[in-house]
């Protein structure tokens, strides 16, 4: 999933595979860190579509810069 989301965020932003990365690893670093619990029910539901990984990984990128 994490191709995935990097995809869509490089899709989305128009950045680099090395931005794309880092944002989308930044991001699932701080979600693993402050929802561990979510983190654990999402990978065990299974594989999403590239819209689900991207509203998930946007709706973190917005909170992240906005919940310090």
Same mark, same amino acid.
């Given at each position: 999933? &994490?191709?995935?989301?990097? &995809?869509?965020?490089?899709?989305?932003?128009? #950045?680099?595979?090395?931005?794309? &990365?880092?944002? #989308?690893?930044?991001?699932?670093?701080?979600?693993?860190?402050?929802?561990?619990?979510?983190?654990?029910?999402? &990978?065990?539901?299974?594989?999403?579509?590239?819209?689900?990984?991207?509203?998930?990984?946007?709706?973190?990128? #917005?909170?992240?810069?906005?919940?310090?």
């Amino acid at each position: 999933q &994490k191709i995935a989301a990097i &995809k869509c965020y490089r899709a989305a932003l128009s #950045v680099g595979l090395k931005e794309g &990365k880092e944002a #989308v690893e930044a991001m699932e670093a701080d979600l693993r860190r402050r929802q561990p619990d979510r983190f654990a029910h999402q &990978k065990a539901a299974g594989k999403g579509g590239c819209a689900a990984t991207f509203l998930l990984f946007i709706g973190l990128g #917005v909170a992240y810069w906005i919940i310090p």
